[in-house]
Each structure stands twice: as C-alpha cells, then as structure tokens.
C-alpha cells in the first residue's frame, strides 16, 4: 500500500484547506484510512479517520466540527477539508491506512507529510 499525501500548503488564519491522498495497492475493503499530524515540538496526533468501504468517519475532538474526512472510492483518495484554520494547526499532516483491527491510533501504512502552515 502506498499513500501520497498532497494539498498542503500556507494559508491565512480562518481560511480553508483541503488535503488528498491518493492510495495506491490492493483492494481497500476493509481497510480503515485517517489522517495524523505533528506540530514542531509536539506529540504526534490522530485527527480522523473514514472506513473505506461503509464511509463510517471518527473524530478527535480537536478537530470535531471544522475537519471533515471523506473518500473517493472510485478514484481511491481520501480527504481532509480543514476548515476556519488556526495557527495551532500547523502542521505536518500525514494520511495513515491499515487493513481493518480494532482502535483508531494504530496504523500498518503512513504517506509521507505534507505541510500546513496557518499564518497571517
């Protein structure tokens, strides 16, 4: 399974995002796919995750209510529209998959990061 994440990019405090992440490899039933990231400094952190094949999305509660996931089953991409951003979310943002299990902090697959950065 490869993951290529893409989107990133600076953007003004308030302002919206939307990242991709086109994965590539066998089939993705099953599969759970997400999105982490990790600020300078900080902890890596889980954000969302999507089940590729029901569409069921979870959340961290830091993000609940300006972040949505969502899929393309057709064109096998994930998104993560970020919306009213803030400087607190900057950030290396990586997309993550794994082949069903249990938890949402666990990961068999990450993509490589791209970058956001909120700033005025």
């Known amino acids: 399974v490869q993951l290529q994440a893409s989107g990133g990019g600076l953007v003004q405090p308030g302002g919206s995002l939307r990242l991709s992440c086109a994965a590539s490899?066998?089939?993705?039933?099953?599969?759970?796919m997400g999105w982490f990231r990790q600020a300078p400094r900080k902890e890596r952190e889980w954000l969302a995750a999507?089940?590729?094949?029901?569409?069921?999305?979870y959340y961290a509660d830091s993000v609940k209510g300006r972040f949505t996931i969502s899929r393309d089953n057709a064109k096998n991409t994930i998104f993560l529209q970020m919306n009213n951003l803030k400087p607190a979310d900057t950030a290396l943002y990586y997309c993550?998959?794994?082949?069903?299990?249990?938890?949402?902090?666990?990961?068999?697959?990450w993509g490589q990061g791209t970058l956001v950065t909120v700033s005025s």
């Open positions: 993550v998959a794994k082949n069903g299990g249990r938890g949402l902090q666990t990961y068999d697959y």
């Open positions: 490899g066998p089939t993705f039933s099953g599969y759970i």
């Open positions: 999507i089940s590729w094949s029901v569409g069921t999305t």
